[in-house]
């Protein structure tokens, strides 16, 4: 039995069809990409895998039991598109932003334990931001920005992690931090991953499978590729992608030549 079964969904908007059919498995400890063209359907995926639309027809199953079933989702963390940006005017200090992601488990107007202080000081270690903790997070860059995100999505211990574009409008250094973050998350604490992204060179890099949507639909031929070769991006966005050359390099990362 797979950690997640997407099996057999459609979805509409207002009986516009998005979702296709979509059947896909994830086992857990798995790092996923999900790649495809502007409005194929990615970010509608996403939000049916974490239940917060529900399929018109079809079932999202984790571990065999449907998503509807399962009252408990906070093993299920969701970073959305574009959530640095719209919050980043919130008046609130950086340890305040990752302690809300504790909510979901205890409640809204329940009083953090000391323990629970520990996780949110954590977290922050993790993402390397514990010395910005009291700083207010409309006063970060970017990058800080979106490692105090990451943060309040793994505070609460979650055992799958979605996140929908989290490299927008960030520079190629943060980037490349946030790359290595999600990797260490993934092999040093089992967080199972699965990344929506137009970054395909550093997907490929990073993840161990790519799934791609076109118009809808899961794109098998572009699954069954491999990915070390990085050859499916033209039929996928369906227009001449300009072919890169790449050099690993001794620590194993790879450069764009
Ligand atoms: N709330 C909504 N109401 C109506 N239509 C929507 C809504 N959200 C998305 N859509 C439409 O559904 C289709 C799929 O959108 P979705 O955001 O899932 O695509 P995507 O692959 O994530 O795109 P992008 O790469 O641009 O983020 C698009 O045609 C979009 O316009």
Not at 66 to 82: A, G, M, T
Not at 101 to 110: D, H, I, M, P, Q
Request: proline content about 3%; overall charge positive; glycine content about 8%.
């Amino acid at each position: 039995m797979s950690y997640i079964e997407v099996k057999n969904v459609n979805f509409a908007y207002d009986g516009r069809q998005v979702l296709r059919n979509v059947s896909l498995k994830i086992e857990k400890g798995e790092f996923v990409g999900i790649i495809g063209p502007n409005g194929s359907g990615k970010s509608t995926l996403v939000k049916v895998m974490v239940g917060n639309l529900v399929p018109s027809t079809g079932e999202v199953l984790y571990e065999g039991v449907n998503l509807q079933n399962i009252k408990d989702r906070s093993f299920i963390s969701y970073l959305p598109q574009r959530s640095f940006s719209f919050n980043s005017s919130f008046p609130a200090s950086v340890e305040e932003v990752v302690s809300m992601g504790l909510y979901a488990r205890k409640g809204l107007f329940k009083r953090l334990s000391k323990e629970d202080w520990e996780k949110v000081y954590e977290a922050l270690k993790i993402v390397d931001m514990f010395e910005f903790r009291s700083r207010l997070i409309g006063r970060l860059s970017g990058g800080q920005l979106q490692r105090v995100f990451i943060a309040r999505s793994i505070v609460s211990e979650p055992q799958i992690l979605f996140l929908d574009e989290p490299t927008t409008g960030i520079d190629a250094k943060s980037e490349k931090a946030l790359y290595e973050l999600l990797e260490k998350l993934n092999k040093e604490r089992g967080i199972t991953i699965v990344m929506v992204t137009h970054d395909i060179m550093a997907i490929t890099n990073k993840a161990h499978r790519i799934i791609c949507m076109t118009d809808g639909k899961i794109n098998e031929k572009c699954e069954a590729i491999d990915i070390e070769k990085h050859d499916f991006t033209s039929f996928l966005y369906e227009y001449p992608v300009k072919k890169v050359k790449h050099q690993h390099n001794n620590n194993g990362s790879v450069e764009h030549v």
